[in-house]
């Protein structure tokens, strides 16, 4: 792939995500971009696809500003909604396939959507039906009627696998045909007011506060971490990327979907994980590389099916992935951990090239990208700290969100435009970024940000529980695991574990729900002088107790 004058596309005027599907359409042309499960989707279709959905959004009323929900799995009906919607210069906001009814219904009360196109059903959750069965006004009215106390800017839903309306839900079908009189030219006019510096996407991604923030990025922000991202990893259209990151954050968006279109290459996707289905995938595929979470890799690695798969066509794995030895690499020569980046970013803010001398990728977390700025602050005073020493990590950049969604941005970011993160590390003498964990209690498992605050704002109305503490401790695939440490009441009402996962499943998220539940007393739970929970010993804590049980959590023993 050539080298990118960064330069010069940091001024482009084709930085959005309609001028990108374009782009890469225009060179690509009908060469495969998406597999999913027989179905194969060229570049061309996919623009094609995305002008579909377009224009029956305009027809629907949808113009420049307006938020669109998609709330899909990874398929190419995500790729054309969310590049469809983007191209009438409607603002895309993704929802988490995993996400409860009271999260769903957050983010989209939240995010402002004003239409929503989802799919019926993925596996074994049925949306249409849930959305009806918490909204069941949504039954009794046609889809021109549709208002909601609970969600007041919705106007328009379009369902994937309805066959035909129910109340206010208009099938998929129905949204194309809307489309089909409107012109190419209006469509046209419509993608040429979309600029780099617009409102693009808004991410909804667990922080230090118990709802999750909608972070707010710009047109450019995606579109230049796709060919960031693409030239870093070395990708060239010859390449079959699989992928098991939802394309509902930023990675999935960025380095998956993104980095592949902007390569040429093909990328495989599944609605949801499956270990011995991803190991099928690759083999028939002849997969170059994969996009997994490390737990996700460990599950296929031991998986009977993996003895038996031939997975030698992967040339782009971390060395130390449990699959490694299933390839086999016998050499540590491509790696992408030698980065540092959160949502805030969209993705990286500082990289090495995936091909970077190994012992620099191990120690380090790469320099700032072409027009980043990174600061270590001193966490109490703000003051910026020499290179050498560690404090908070700062980042001003082009790919650095706007702010969060309807909170006042001297809240978000400081008086020279950084965002302070709330990470620890250090610059070293050659202005690389060296990342050493959380400054906030943010617990980081399975790729995800959880909030302690959420999990314990769930238990707030549980009987016989006087206080309960979320904390993260060290999982070698997870990152981290987490851990529900509980205080009963005065009453000595015993607290049941199961009963505690049964109360949390049903306002959770999955990923969110503890692997292991601590009861403490009361005076085991470590407090500072002012009363308040001491985060560092109470993980300590936890982990001892682990470790001294021998309990297992998603493939590790602690304690062995």
């Known amino acids: 792939m050539p080298e990118i004058d960064r330069d010069v596309a940091a001024a482009s005027a084709r930085l959005t995500w309609p001028h990108f599907l374009e782009d890469v359409a225009t060179r690509f042309g ?10 194969s989707w060229s570049y061309a279709d996919l623009l094609s696809g995305a002008r579909r959905v377009a224009k029956g959004l305009i027809a629907a009323g949808v113009g420049k500003g307006a938020r669109v929900g998609v709330w899909m799995a990874n398929r190419p009906e995500w790729v054309t909604a969310a590049f469809g919607a983007s191209m009438t210069g409607a603002v895309v906001v993704p929802v988490n396939t995993f996400a409860t009814a ?29 959305l009806l069965a918490g909204h069941p006004g949504l039954r009794s009215t046609g889809p021109r009627g549709l208002r909601s106390e609970a969600l007041p800017q919705l106007r328009r839903i379009y369902c994937l696998g309805l066959e035909e309306g129910r109340g206010a839900v208009e099938s998929w079908a129905r949204l194309q045909e809307r489309g ?10 419509c993608i040429a007011e979309v600029t780099p510096a617009d409102e693009g996407v808004v991410i909804y991604t667990s922080g230090t506060t118990a709802r999750p923030k909608g972070v707010i990025h710009r047109q450019r ?9 693409a030239e870093l990893m070395g990708l060239a259209s010859t390449d079959v990327v699989y992928t098991a990151q939802p394309f509902f954050w930023t990675a999935g968006i960025a380095m998956s979907l993104g980095a592949t279109l902007a390569a040429g290459a093909t990328l495989v996707v599944d609605p949801t994980f499956d ?23 460990k599950s296929m690695a031991e998986h009977p099916a993996a003895a038996e798969c031939d997975l030698s066509s992967l040339r782009h794995l971390e060395f130390g992935s449990p699959l490694a ?7 540590d020569t491509w790696g992408i951990h030698g980065s540092y980046g959160l949502s805030e970013t969209f993705t990286l803010a500082t990289a090495l090239p995936a091909d970077a001398p190994a012992e620099l990728r191990h120690t380090t977390n790469g320099p700032p990208l072409p027009g980043n700025e990174v600061r270590i602050l001193d966490p109490i005073t703000g003051s910026r700290l020499p290179a050498g020493e560690k404090g908070e990590i700062a980042v001003r950049g082009p790919t650095l969100m706007i702010g969060y969604a309807k909170v006042d941005p001297e809240q978000v970011f400081d008086a020279d435009g950084f965002f302070h993160t709330q990470d620890a590390g250090w610059l070293d ?21 959880v909030s302690p605050l959420e999990i314990e704002g769930a238990l707030a109305d549980y009987p016989g529980l006087e206080a309960a503490h979320a904390v993260g401790v060290p999982h070698p695939t997870l990152g981290e695991a987490i851990v529900l440490c509980t205080v009963a009441t005065g009453d000595g009402m015993a607290l049941e574990e199961e009963a505690i996962r049964i109360h949390l499943k049903a306002r959770l998220a999955s990923y969110k729900l503890p692997r292991f539940v601590l009861p403490l007393a009361p005076e085991e739970v470590p407090y500072t002088g002012t009363q308040k929970v001491q985060p560092q010993p109470l993980r300590e804590k936890a982990l001892a107790a682990l470790e001294a049980a021998h309990i297992e959590i998603a493939g590790h023993t602690y304690g062995t």
């Open 275 to 297: 270990p011995e289905r991803a190991l099928r995938r690759i083999e028939g595929e002849r997969v170059t590389t994969l996009h997994a979470w490390p737990h996700q890799e």
């Open 325 to 331: 030895a299933r390839v086999p690499l016998t050499e």
């Open 429 to 449: 003498a050659d202005g690389r970024l060296h990342w050493k964990g959380r400054l906030s209690h943010v617990i980081k498992t399975g790729g995800a940000n």
């Open 180 to 189: 089909a009189g409107e012109s190419d030219a209006l469509l046209d006019a």
């Open 30 to 39: 009908e060469r495969t971009a998406l597999r999913s499960g027989d179905d």
């Open 102 to 130: 009271d999260e769903r219904d957050y983010i989209l009360r939240h995010g402002d959507v004003s239409t929503l196109l989802l799919q019926r059903e993925l596996a074994g959750h049925a949306f249409l039906e849930e």
């Open 221 to 229: 922000s995606a579109v230049l971490q796709s060919w960031r991202f």
